[in-house]
């Protein structure tokens, strides 16, 4: 699937695979906890129309990712919530 075709859901993956991969060779833990904000600021400025609902459906994407991730790893991310919920204005 190219870029143009994506939905904002896609395309979240997407720069998230990429991120993290970036994270794990870098060894920095902290940078997991911006990836988040970041793809997400990143899923805003490629669909600056995205609705209430489509952004509320992004953040629990996100924040079921994030809480995922700190199960996995036994890290404490809220840090990574709540600046997710600072960009997405809730």
Same mark, same amino acid.
């Given at each position: 699937?190219?870029?143009?075709?994506?939905?904002?859901?896609?395309?979240?993956?997407?720069?998230?695979?990429?991120?993290?991969? %970036?994270? &794990?060779?870098?060894? #920095?833990?902290? +940078?997991?906890?911006?990836?988040?904000?970041?793809?997400? @600021?990143?899923?805003?400025?490629?669909?600056?129309?995205?609705?209430?609902?489509? %952004?509320? &459906?992004?953040?629990? #994407?996100?924040? +079921?990712?994030?809480?995922?991730?700190?199960?996995?790893? @036994?890290?404490?991310?809220?840090?990574?919530?709540?600046?997710?919920?600072?960009?997405?204005?809730?």
């Amino acid at each position: 699937m190219n870029e143009e075709q994506m939905t904002p859901g896609a395309y979240l993956q997407r720069r998230i695979t990429e991120r993290s991969r %970036k994270v &794990a060779k870098s060894n #920095n833990a902290a +940078g997991y906890v911006a990836m988040w904000p970041e793809a997400v @600021k990143e899923v805003l400025a490629k669909f600056p129309n995205l609705s209430p609902t489509d %952004k509320a &459906a992004l953040r629990g #994407n996100v924040d +079921g990712q994030i809480h995922s991730m700190g199960a996995r790893t @036994k890290q404490d991310f809220t840090a990574a919530l709540q600046a997710v919920a600072r960009v997405l204005g809730s």
